[in-house]
């Protein structure tokens, strides 16, 4: 009777295996759907590590293509795993509470799948106050014991930060079905204005809530812990093979691995967290108890910390890119709760600001530190964009609202404690406001020049000066620098009005036709180096002698990505040019030391990394010129006239580079012999 038993339950294995290779999806959740309810607790408890693996996509599988499926173009499939997953009734969740009455029903997670900073801690064995909920933290098996609710949990947060190999997220997240089911969850265990949902077990996790658990806090708590605490950097990127009855195929957590666009979209939906938190904590609760109150401060205070170190360290390490008006969007949903809570969300005002001062208060740091590295990143930034001018004007257009204003500046004379004086001293404000002077200087002299006098205007009439006015004239690009000029000038007025900074623009101005001092200076190897007023000058167009003769500072292979090049390609042939730096060193010491006409026309594809080229890693391959758009649009255009002239385009390629070898080889062996 034990050997049929033990072959029922390999033969139940292997069917819901097989299940999980079913296609389409909605079958498999049909089919699954049925099985589930069937299989007894050890059975289930076997099973869930590979469902769940199978549902993310960790068991080398598409996975069900949770970030790719739309409602409008796969109905079937996003109706059946919305329904199986959803948390009210979905039959996971059926599973997971089924397991969850058994206690003896634990489940693993990798200590690398965690946070950096949260690694440290338990390394070092102090358990960060959310790792008490678990089962148990075994520090030297670096595993975490959690039940299934738990273990869902850290999947489904997990899979937003570290998606498994192969998986693309759309460029809108909108009816994507990662982004409803994040909806279904927040709205399910964090409902504003209603009763949070309780569920009962033998673990309790609040101090204010004795042997109580609260699967609402657990979720709250969690999210925050995998997608707000993100900062550190981690091992090496490995993918851990799967075990048959704990799923370890997690990629450990690396933040300098992550691609920027990935980002953007975590950012958008932790956004999404953000504007849902605000409305659950402020909003009022029909039913008063002590239960929800304490639910509720305990998950505001656990937000806003987490929030803000979130913030505070994207600020910092934050490229110089467009992805950055997701982070900027996400902090200005933070630091105005009040858009969010009231039945008619409005702008604050003298009549409700009584009702924000302790938010406020308890956030300073948000609203000035956080302000602080807006404006001088703003500085550092080509602000004369259209992007960069409206992100600003939306900045400024929010603390200049007279009831914050004011707020803000009296907590902040009464306290210094990790504040930065961002009223009080203004030295952010008075960096940018210089910059925006020279911007506008800069941009209303490009508009003189393009402006016809009377006479080019009479010249240019007639039949031909018609044709030729309607091929090269600009008007539109003339129409939005001038809308450009005007935002700044609104920006400058909003700059000295919330700062108390003159209004006068030609002493605020530093125009860098009217700065004193020199453009660069000669260090000791004899090299000429930007001044402060120099670089000033060149970004506004003024300085044009000498400019080659001037060493940038930076490595010249990460300087910024420039707006005629393609950020992808840029970041994939830096990588590339690294890979094949190693392996052509000395040909690239050869070229950068000889001279000669085949070394000038090579030098461009080498450029010095570092002071001392005898080091190793000191010279790079170039391949930063391919990426911009000029060579993209002229290497189509030869392939498609060979292509047109019947012949081969492959071949022009080849030739091309079988003569550029042929230089390079060339020249290492004259200067060797």
Same mark, same amino acid.
């Given at each position: 009777q034990h050997y049929k038993s033990i072959t029922f339950i390999e033969t139940s294995m292997d069917n819901a295996l097989a299940i999980l290779k079913q296609e389409p999806l909605s079958v498999r959740?049909?089919? #699954? !759907?049925? #099985?589930l309810p069937t299989l007894p607790i050890r059975q289930l408890h076997m099973y869930l590590p590979q469902l769940l693996s199978n549902i993310f996509g960790y068991d080398s599988t598409p996975g069900w293509r949770l970030s790719s499926l739309h409602s409008n173009f796969h109905p079937t499939d996003f109706k059946a795993i919305r329904a199986f997953l959803k948390p009210n009734g979905g039959c996971l969740f059926k599973a997971l509470q089924c397991l969850e009455s058994d206690n003896s029903s634990h489940f693993l997670f990798p200590f690398n799948a965690l946070p950096p900073n949260s690694v440290a801690l338990l390394n070092d064995r102090a358990v960060p106050s959310l790792y008490r909920m678990f089962?148990?933290?075994?520090?030297?098996? @670096?595993?975490?014991?959690?039940? /299934? =609710?738990? =273990? =869902?949990?850290?999947?489904?947060?997990?899979?937003?930060?570290h998606p498994?190999?192969?998986?693309?997220?759309?460029a809108s997240l909108a009816d994507v079905l990662y982004t409803q089911l994040v909806e279904d969850y927040l709205h399910f265990f964090l409902p504003p204005g209603n009763s949070i949902p309780n569920f009962g077990a033998a673990h309790p996790i609040n101090r204010f809530v004795p042997n109580t658990y609260s699967l609402s806090q657990a979720f709250a708590e969690i999210m925050f812990e995998m997608w707000l605490n993100q900062r550190g950097n981690d091992t090496n990127k490995v993918v851990l093979s799967i075990d048959q009855h704990q799923s370890r195929s997690l990629i450990p957590w690396r933040m300098d691995s =992550?691609?920027?666009?990935? @980002?953007?979209?975590?950012v958008r939906i932790i956004r999404m967290l953000v504007k849902h938190t605000h409305r659950f904590v402020y909003t009022p609760h029909l039913v008063k108890d002590r239960y929800t109150e304490d639910i509720t401060n305990y998950i505001s205070s656990s937000f806003q910390s987490n929030t803000y170190q979130f913030l505070n360290y994207h600020f910092a390490t934050w490229p110089l890119i467009s992805s950055f008006r997701g982070l900027l969007e996400t902090w200005l949903s933070y630091i105005q709760p009040w858009r969010y809570t009231s039945i008619v969300p409005g702008p604050l005002t003298? $009549?409700?600001? $009584?009702?924000?001062?302790?938010?406020i208060r308890d956030n300073l740091p948000a609203y000035c530190n956080l302000l602080d590295r807006c404006l001088r990143r703003m500085s550092h930034s080509l602000i004369c964009s259209g992007k960069n001018v409206t992100l600003l004007s939306r900045v400024l257009k929010i603390y200049s609202a007279p009831p914050l204003l004011r707020t803000i500046c009296e907590l902040e004379r009464g306290n210094t404690h990790n504040i930065v004086n961002?009223?009080? %001293?203004?030295?952010a404000a008075q960096e940018l406001l210089d910059k925006l002077s020279g911007e506008i200087m800069h941009l209303e002299k490009q508009l003189s020049k393009s402006t016809p006098s009377v006479g080019q205007s009479a010249a240019a009439s007639g039949l031909f000066g018609w044709i030729s006015e309607g091929l090269w004239s600009q008007p539109d690009q003339q129409d939005a620098?001038?809308? !450009?000029?005007?935002a700044l000038r609104s920006s400058v007025s909003q700059l000295q009005t919330m700062f108390y900074i003159s209004p006068n623009m030609e002493t605020t101005s530093t125009c860098p036709s009217e700065q004193s001092g020199p453009d660069y200076v000669t260090d000791a190897l004899y090299r000429r180096r930007l001044t402060p007023q120099g670089r000033e000058r060149m970004v506004a167009g003024t300085l044009k002698r000498d400019l080659k003769d001037v060493t940038a500072e930076c490595n010249p292979a990460l300087r910024p990505i420039c707006s005629y090049e393609n950020p992808h390609l840029v970041r994939y042939l830096y990588k590339l040019s690294l890979s094949l730096s190693g392996k052509v060193a000395r040909q690239l010491r050869v070229v950068h030391g000889s001279k000669g006409p085949i070394q000038s026309v090579l030098k461009p594809l080498v450029?010095?990394? @570092? %002071?001392?080229?005898? %080091?190793?890693? /000191? #010279?790079?391959?170039?391949?930063r010129p391919v990426a911009s758009y000029r060579f993209i649009f002229y290497s189509a255009l030869i392939f498609l006239l060979s292509y047109m002239s019947g012949i081969n385009p492959l071949l022009i390629f080849t030739y091309l580079g079988l003569a550029l070898a042929a230089c390079a080889f060339a020249s290492s062996i004259v200067t060797s012999s």
């Open positions: 959740c049909q089919n #699954l !759907t049925e #099985l089962v148990n933290v075994d520090i030297e098996s @670096k595993e975490l014991s959690m039940t /299934a =609710y738990h =273990y =869902y949990f850290m999947y489904f947060t997990y899979f937003l930060i498994p190999p192969g998986v693309v997220w759309p =992550y691609d920027h666009n990935n @980002k953007d979209l975590q003298d $009549s409700n600001i $009584s009702e924000w001062q302790n938010f961002v009223f009080t %001293e203004g030295e620098q001038q809308k !450009t000029v005007d450029v010095q990394v @570092k %002071e001392d080229v005898s %080091e190793e890693g /000191a #010279l790079l391959l170039n391949l």
